[in-house]
């Protein structure tokens, strides 16, 4: 398989839109352009030129390494990190919108609870739950965890006092989240 060429034309950051269509209609779309053939670093960082390499100097914000150790560590900035809150169905229990959010949440429990009570009907139970329960995207989503209450025949109400504000990703706030007591 032959490898592709990458070229990049640069032109000043500083420009406006204005500026750089204006510049390629001066330089006929191409024709004129200084192109320079790029390959990327070690790194794969395609736009090496004018930058340090000190980032791989940086002391890591958490690694695994660091979390083995049990004396002083010196090699990161934290020990004990996680994944934060995971629920497996982000869709569902977060929301920008409070009523949508309420909206979602009970339609997923009625789904779920409609499902542990087919369930806890069965005198014979599939020795599988993934052959008994549905399915649906638009609607729930079983993680492993989920499963273990259902096999558990456990019920689940709906509690608005439970959602709470939450920040899901930065610089988006007022996002909405059902937390489980």
């Given at each position: 398989?032959?490898?592709?060429?990458?070229y990049?034309a640069?032109v000043?950051?500083?420009?406006?839109?204005?500026?750089?269509l204006?510049h390629l209609d001066?330089?006929?779309?191409g024709?004129k352009?200084?192109w320079?053939?790029?390959?990327?670093?070690?790194k794969?960082?395609?736009?090496?030129?004018?930058?340090e390499?000190?980032?791989?100097?940086?002391?890591s914000?958490?690694?695994?390494?660091s979390?083995?150790q049990?004396?002083?560590?010196?090699?990161?900035i934290?020990?004990?990190?996680?994944?934060?809150?995971?629920?497996?169905?982000?869709p569902?229990?977060y929301?920008?919108?409070?009523?949508?959010?309420?909206?979602?949440?009970q339609?997923?429990?009625?789904?779920?609870?409609?499902?542990?009570?087919?369930?806890n009907?069965?005198?014979?139970?599939?020795?599988?739950?993934?052959?008994?329960?549905?399915?649906?995207?638009?609607?729930?989503?079983?993680?492993?965890?989920l499963?273990i209450?259902?096999k558990r025949?456990i019920?689940?109400n709906?509690?608005?006092?439970r959602i709470r504000?939450a920040?899901?990703?930065p610089?988006?706030?007022?996002f909405?989240?059902?937390?489980?007591?």
């Open positions: 398989m032959k490898k592709a060429k990458i990049y640069r000043d950051e500083g420009w406006t839109k204005v500026q750089k204006k001066e330089v006929g779309h024709g352009v200084v320079e053939e790029i390959t990327p670093d070690k794969n960082n395609w736009l090496t030129n004018g930058l390499n000190e980032f791989s100097d940086f002391i914000i958490g690694s695994k390494d979390r083995l049990k004396e002083t560590i010196t090699n990161s934290f020990q004990v990190f996680s994944n934060g809150l995971h629920s497996s169905r982000d569902w229990v929301n920008f919108n409070f009523n949508e959010l309420s909206t979602n949440v339609k997923t429990i009625n789904v779920y609870n409609d499902q542990v009570s087919r369930w009907k069965k005198t014979l139970k599939p020795l599988n739950i993934d052959d008994l329960v549905t399915y649906d995207d638009l609607n729930i989503s079983w993680s492993s965890t499963k209450y259902f025949g019920l689940t709906y509690n608005e006092s504000h920040l899901y990703r610089f988006a706030n007022n909405y989240i059902l937390i489980k007591s």
